[in-house]
């Protein structure tokens, strides 16, 4: 390779893939996607009543998001299709393929709904346009479904590739979702590398409104604080879903007489005893803390082992 080829070449690579990182960070301000988000997410939340469907669709009992493993499915389902559309005498598999990645593509659409409805609208936007690649590379794989069906096998594979283009395409913008806006992440884990073992001094108990949440610091940690009487519940203050302030939150109690606090933010519901978690959106359980008051009436904490 000559000096100005490999120069070009040093030079186009990267440039083309920051465009496109250019151009998927500027989905997150495209407001002009608000319209359309708007109304859908005011009707989501309206079919989507708290409780728990909505809590298994975001993937509460399991810990975490239901929907990124279920994508999973549709995905290998398909590329599998792909791959066995170029070997010879594989038709009949493929279809098969096709049609279980279409069934499969169910429960991820509506997992992946129901995390949309709770997340900033910064992410809604991109989140969008994802839904907006996979679902044409739904319609597609339906029309190829259609075709192969009919007998009409070279449609099917190109409306198959097609498919594919657009869930490669869909799929990038799930990726920037998840691991550039940290959608789905747990957002309070990184406490428990955070705070030193052993006892830390918090503060007076005499300072701390009875039955009412508030903030108090431990060192650059911010921290839930409740007092219920004599007793002092601590949680970690950033929620695990996307990080809303919860000492902001309302407290309440659910059926078994337990003490929570609500997330100001998306609602997510956390037993303030042990941080675990009630309601999602969240499914991370939030970090607790250890309380110990000394005669003094100094509240000390510690990370909950
Ligand atoms: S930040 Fe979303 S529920 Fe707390």
Redesign the pocket.
């Known amino acids: 390779m000559n000096r100005r080829a490999s120069n070009i070449f040093r030079r186009s690579g990267p440039q083309r893939s920051q465009r496109l990182v250019d151009a998927t960070e500027g989905l997150e301000q495209a407001r002009a996607l608000d319209r359309a988000i708007r109304p859908i997410s005011a009707a989501v939340r309206r079919t989507l009543r708290p409780g728990p469907v909505k809590d298994v669709l975001h993937g509460v009992p399991f810990g975490h998001p239901a929907h990124p493993p279920l994508t999973d499915v549709p995905m290998g389902c398909w590329i599998s299709a792909a791959v066995l559309d170029l070997v010879p005498g594989t038709r009949r598999a493929a279809q098969v393929l096709v049609g279980a990645g279409l069934a499969a593509a169910v429960p991820a659409v509506l997992t992946g709904i129901a995390d949309w409805s709770?997340l900033h609208r910064e992410q809604q936007r991109v989140g969008l346009v994802h839904a907006a690649g996979t679902a044409t590379a739904s319609m597609l794989y339906s029309a190829s479904l259609l075709a192969r069906h009919r007998g009409r096998d070279g449609a099917g594979r190109t409306l198959g590739f097609a498919g594919l283009t657009a869930l490669m395409a869909g799929g990038y913008l799930g990726g920037h979702l998840a691991f550039r806006q940290a959608a789905g992440a747990n957002?309070a884990d990184q406490l428990a590398h955070l705070v030193p073992l052993g006892w830390h001094d918090l503060c007076q108990i005499e300072d701390l409104p009875d039955g009412w949440p508030v903030a108090r610091s431990l060192g650059y940690i911010s921290l839930f604080v409740l007092r219920t009487g004599e007793d002092v519940h601590v949680l970690a203050d950033?929620?695990?879903?996307?990080?809303?302030p919860?000492h902001q939150?309302r407290v309440l109690t659910d059926d078994d007489a337990e003490t929570c606090v609500v997330?100001?933010?998306?609602?997510?519901t956390f037993r303030v005893r042990d941080g675990s978690v009630i309601h999602?959106?969240?499914t991370a359980r939030q970090p607790a803390f250890e309380t110990h008051v000394t005669n003094e009436g100094l509240i000390q904490v510690r990370p909950r082992g």
């Open positions: 709770a957002h950033r929620c695990s879903h996307l990080a809303g919860l939150g997330c100001p933010w998306h609602g997510s999602g959106p969240a």
